[in-house]
């Protein structure tokens, strides 16, 4: 896994969407996997930028959502597909058709396998979130680095720390996310990690052992990932 410091906030944002922009301009038809969170919200904004000025288009691509929680109303704020239309699709140039999410409405595990046969051999790029107890997507602790997109019970501190996503109290405890072979298979993979609150999961990211207690050490020895933190994230 190579490693990537950034000095600033700005410096870390400015950087991952540069690598992101230069990506799609290569690749006009990449196939993206996304994630929400705040992490990703300062990359989302110079993106849009960059969508707006016309130094970049999404008009070929495709974008697979990481993940999605469930027993939450499809027109909740907090819904991943919600956050994701905010902070970006709904400010860059992506057919409606290009957007592949979860609805989450029948029989999820059939439309887990749907999400999966339509992932097929994998996305171009993956970009990830880091939960604080080492969990990408909502894969926690325990899962299997061959793991498919699946339904999943939330770890009770990830389903604490949604209530920075949520205008109620009505949390979610579970959901449906990409496994971890499913995100293995992608041509690349990026993990995002901005803030001192990440700083502790990042150094057991690079310097402990691989192990599925922390799932995002499953991806370190993929061929093609790379970690970008800025300096309060690798301050430990
Ligand atoms: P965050 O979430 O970007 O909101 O910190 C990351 C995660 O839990 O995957």
């Known amino acids: 896994m190579r490693i990537l410091r950034c000095d600033s906030l700005d410096d870390w944002a400015e ?3 540069h690598l992101l922009i230069s990506r799609l301009q290569v ?8 994630p929400t969170g705040v992490t990703p919200v300062p990359v989302y904004d110079r993106i849009s930028d960059a969508v707006r000025a016309g130094r970049v288009s999404f008009r070929q691509s495709e974008v697979f959502l990481l993940d999605e929680f469930g027993g939450v109303a499809p027109d909740d704020p907090g819904r991943c597909d919600r956050m994701l239309s905010r902070f970006l699709l709904d400010r860059i140039d992506l057919p409606p058709d290009g957007f592949h999410r979860f609805t989450l ?6 439309e887990c396998r749907a999400f999966e046969r339509l992932i097929g051999s994998g996305c171009d790029l993956t970009l990830l979130g880091i939960g604080t107890n080492g969990h990408v997507g909502m894969n926690e602790p325990g899962s299997s680095a061959d793991s498919l997109t699946r339904r999943v019970d939330l770890a009770p501190e990830t389903t604490a720390a949604t209530a920075r996503y949520f205008d109620h109290d009505r949390l979610p405890t579970w959901g449906v996310t990409q496994g971890i072979g499913t995100i293995r298979r992608s041509g690349e993979v990026w993990l995002l990690a901005a803030g001192a609150g990440k700083a502790a999961i990042v150094d ?4 402990g052992p691989v192990t599925v207690d922390v799932p995002a050490t499953l991806l370190r020895n993929h061929p093609s990932a790379l970690l970008v933190v800025d300096r309060d994230a690798s301050a430990v």
């Not at 690749?27 to 996304?34: A, E, K, Q």
């Open 15 to 17: 950087h991952l969407a």
């Open 27 to 34: 690749t006009p038809s990449l196939r993206l996997c996304l």
């Open 105 to 110: 409405d029948g029989d999820i595990d059939g």
């Open 204 to 207: 057991r990211i690079v310097n």
